[in-house]
């Protein structure tokens, strides 16, 4: 088996007057396209799981901020619709005269709170104060403390 081939000046440096040169070169040609085939393949499957993963996660904080923001609004809706409390809540400053037992008369409702020592260990718990035996630590005459009180929403 004879081929006949002939070279002409401008063609790839793989054809050469020998067949077998020919064969070889142009195998390796058909194998590089099918190898840059394949990897443009890889390329796009990369890009489409990165656009589906990037999609799900705008959805999913989609869904948490429309989500949260309705039950905010189903709540306040809810609650005015009611005609609850709201929970405010106000900076006092204690004296010799008011210590934390005549806040929690002034400012506990019977309603929310079982009883005074419940709505000050939430004082305690808003104020980052420890309470011992009955005493706040670090809460003496001019401290500013916060306290929760509740009242018709206006």
Not at 18 to 23: I, L, V
Not at 27 to 52: D, I, K, P, S, T
Not at 114 to 143: F, S
Request: aromatic share 12%.
């Amino acid at each position: 088996m004879e081929y006949n081939v002939q070279y002409t000046a401008g063609q790839d440096d793989f054809f050469d007057s020998d067949a077998d040169t020919y064969r070889a070169g142009a195998a390796w040609h058909e194998r590089a396209a099918l190898a840059r085939q394949r990897r443009c393949r890889q390329v796009n499957r990369m890009y489409a799981a990165a656009a589906f993963i990037a999609a799900v996660i705008i959805l999913i904080c989609c869904l948490m901020i429309f989500g949260l923001s309705s039950d905010a609004a189903d709540r306040k809706a809810g609650n005015a619709a009611a005609g609850s409390d709201i929970k405010y809540y106000k900076s006092v400053m204690l004296t010799y005269e008011m210590g934390i037992k005549e806040l929690a008369g002034l400012y506990a409702d019977p309603a929310h709170y079982a009883d005074a020592e419940q709505y000050i260990a939430e004082v305690c718990e808003i104020n980052h104060l420890g309470l011992y035996y009955g005493t706040i630590e670090g809460a003496g005459p001019g401290t500013h403390i916060i306290v929760p009180y509740f009242a018709q929403q206006q």
